[in-house]
């Protein structure tokens, strides 16, 4: 008998409890705006950027309306200008080249390697070229960190850091987010934590957390920020900084906080799925797993491995014989980008070179994810049903 796998992949697990009677408190009272408080009142927006602050080890925090948001307002914080060259990966998703197009500034693309992180060399070699680099820990895997830090800093380059993949991740300890000068964080539903939209950014910059907070559109109540800098430095920026409203509401705050307080445990739950299926498609021929560095602390929400140098036409028919057995498997060497993979040649606003390495790896880059409504049961059957697939096509 051919097993088929019947759940969902894009089925998250439902609000908790907790957060549902926060979030209808808040409508209650009708206070959605992050400004609209009641005399006394601290307010649900405020109260999660103090709390995710405290959870990173971050002096400052801002609240806004998504992930993309965030790497856009970082952008403009540290001074980003139309024409400017920044820095960024080729293996990412659509969001990073478009927060840099968002500013009018120009990606170029830094290769990607077998590990699925950062080329580092490459890096090195194109780190004369530009101020910025917006960095993506695409699909939660953290290059060294320590050596990227180490290139940025000897070439003057500003790293801003997109963790969308990782919040509650780590390198050596550090939080991710928390090596650059800004890390941004999406909380949207595919992601760590799930208010529909919205987004998160911190950093220990005075100026640029008092930038970010005007550019966010605070009308000139950042008093009312728990964890922004105090209303001197405000005085500094406050004029030369445009509104550009991208705010996080109480409402979505609500639903967050209570998430938050239990990341650490869904952190644990990701992972016992992601090293479920990642030992049952060990050893298959054909198909590279993808070995996670000792200093990472990783967040195991979607699973990679690649086929490296397969044609397209096997390929695509592993992706095609997976999908008939109910596993939904993305793959981001396709010609067009499908749903949510795409590729730096897929951008055409975005000027690029050529980088055959990366395309060798990309072509290969499978990508699942793994909702926590997967049981450790589902995550057995998905990796039979893969390694079973990838080896039928591997011999034919
Ligand atoms: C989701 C995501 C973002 C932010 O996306 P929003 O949908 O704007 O919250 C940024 N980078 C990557 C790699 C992402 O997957």
Redesign the pocket.
């Known amino acids: 008998m051919t097993e088929r796998f019947s759940g969902s992949f894009t089925q998250q697990e439902p609000i908790p409890e907790e957060a549902i009677e926060a979030a209808v408190a808040v409508l209650r009272h009708g206070r959605l705006h992050r400004y609209n408080l009641a005399p006394g009142e601290l307010g649900e927006t405020a109260l999660l950027e103090q709390e995710f602050a405290a959870q990173v080890g971050a002096k400052y925090c801002l609240a806004v309306a998504?992930?993309?948001?965030a790497?856009a307002t970082a952008l403009r914080a540290v001074e980003v200008k139309p024409g400017d060259p920044v820095l960024t990966n080729a293996f990412?998703?659509a969001?990073?080249p478009g927060s840099i197009a968002s500013v009018g500034a120009k990606p170029i693309f830094v290769g990607v390697t077998e590990s699925l992180t950062i080329d580092l060399e490459d890096l090195a070699a194109k780190a004369g070229r530009a101020k910025v680099l917006l960095l993506?820990h695409?699909r939660g895997h953290l290059c060294d960190m320590d050596r990227l830090m180490e290139i940025c800093d000897a070439a003057g380059i500003t790293v801003v850091e997109?963790c969308?993949?990782t919040m509650g991740a780590a390198w050596n300890g550090v939080p991710s987010g928390r090596q650059g000068a800004i890390g941004c964080y999406?909380c949207?539903t595919?992601?760590h934590v799930n208010s529909g939209?919205g987004?998160l950014l911190v950093t220990d910059d005075e100026d640029l957390a008092a930038k970010a907070v005007m550019l966010s559109g605070s009308y000139m109540l950042y008093e009312r920020h728990l964890a922004a800098p105090p209303p001197e430095v405000f005085e500094r920026i406050k004029y030369d900084t445009p509104n550009i409203s991208g705010r996080m509401d109480n409402l979505r705050a609500a639903i967050l906080r209570p998430q938050l307080k239990t990341l650490d445990a869904q952190v644990e739950r990701w992972n016992e799925r992601y090293r479920v299926i990642e030992e049952g498609l060990r050893g298959t021929p054909g198909l590279t797993v993808i070995e996670r560095p000792a200093a990472e602390t990783y967040v195991g929400s979607s699973v990679q491995f690649l086929l490296l140098d397969w044609s397209e036409e096997r390929v695509a028919e592993v992706i095609r014989r997976c999908a008939e057995r109910g596993v939904e498997l993305k793959w981001f060497g396709g010609a067009e980008p499908v749903g949510f993979t795409s590729r730096y040649d897929s951008w055409r606003y975005a000027e690029s070179e050529p980088m055959p390495e990366s395309d060798r790896i990309l072509a290969g880059i499978i990508d699942m994810r793994v909702p926590l409504t997967f049981s450790l049961e589902d995550c057995r059957l998905i990796a039979r049903i893969i390694r079973a697939e990838v080896g039928a096509v591997h011999q034919s």
């Open positions: 998504s992930g993309g948001y790497l990412t998703l969001p990073v993506s695409m997109d969308a993949h999406s949207q595919y992601k939209e987004g």
